[in-house]
């Protein structure tokens, strides 16, 4: 595994990261069996920072027994603000909340990053007014609930405009930064770039986009355009025989941008986080 200083935070991060939202795996009943193995295997491969949401169902709570079983502070954490519950506000008092609440799940004494979950949720005005969002993230800064605040979601004007301020340590964004579709790179990874942002690309499979089998027609089909559609097929093209699977190039690809510090892995297994995370080498 290699690292990447994480921006301005200073941490050193492995290249590909775990992320949290599959880790129930298809199996209800061994769902903490199987998230202990995940977890286990993510800290002998030399991940070291994982990312997930209260939104991920059980995930914190699985995370919590998972972590337990591996060296303490071996892993960076990271969750999020929102949509749990369904009438989440984002004010700040409801973010200090939801952060309590998240570190009695993980049992932790403290989360490496705490972030918005989908900007485009809270809204500009909502995040910046008193009492709202980014206070409330600061606030749990200075009472020791995380080291660090950052910003997530697809909303890419507000992602951006929300990196520009300078407030934020880090931004996740996902879906929009793969080899066919680069909407990203327009103005939110330069925004991040300027303030020395630690940068996470989440989804980065695309939906089974990058993952030989039948989902990827599905995957195809849902992207916003034929160019999308081409630049995929081009992207494809330019691969076949060189060696390594497809979900390996796919890595490969968002990884030979510096700007970015992990690209982080939403699998279910130990075995497809170890596909992904060779990438690194």
């Not at 502070?73 to 998240?102: C, M």
């Not at 009472?143 to 004007?157: E, N």
């Not at 089998?213 to 060189?242: C, H, T, V």
Request: hydrophobic share 40%.
């Amino acid at each position: 595994m290699n690292y990447r200083t994480f921006g301005r935070t200073g941490l050193t991060v492995s290249e590909v990261s775990l992320g949290g939202a599959y880790l129930m795996g298809s199996d209800p009943e061994r769902a903490i069996e199987s998230t202990c193995q995940v977890v286990q295997h993510a800290a002998q491969l030399g991940i070291n920072y994982i990312d997930t949401a209260p939104l991920y169902g059980r995930s914190e709570i699985l995370l919590g027994e998972a972590l337990a079983t591996v060296a303490k502070n071996h892993f960076y954490i990271a969750t999020k603000v929102g949509y749990d519950p369904q009438d989440f506000d984002y004010r700040g008092d409801s973010v200090l909340w939801s952060l309590e609440r998240s570190l009695q799940r993980l049992r932790i004494d403290k989360l490496t990053i705490a972030q918005i979950h989908e900007v485009n949720m809270a809204g500009w005005e909502r995040i910046m007014e008193p009492g709202g969002t980014l206070e409330g993230l600061k606030l749990a800064r200075e009472r020791g609930l995380c080291s660090y605040i950052g910003v997530t979601g697809r909303a890419i004007p507000l992602l951006a405009q929300l990196a520009a301020t300078g407030e934020f340590d880090t931004l996740l964004v996902y879906s929009d930064y793969h080899p066919c579709v680069q909407k990203a790179a327009e103005a939110v990874l330069p925004a991040a770039a300027t303030h020395n942002m630690g940068v996470v690309i989440g989804t980065p499979l695309a939906g089974g986009l990058y993952v030989d089998g039948p989902q990827r027609a599905e995957a195809l089909a849902n992207l916003e355009s034929d160019d999308a559609r081409q630049a995929f097929w081009a992207w494809f093209k330019s691969i076949e025989g060189l060696p390594g699977t497809t979900p390996q190039h796919a890595f490969r690809w968002m990884l030979s941008d510096p700007r970015v510090s992990t690209v982080s892995s939403g699998a279910a297994t130990a075995d497809q986080l170890a596909e992904v995370a060779a990438a690194s080498q």
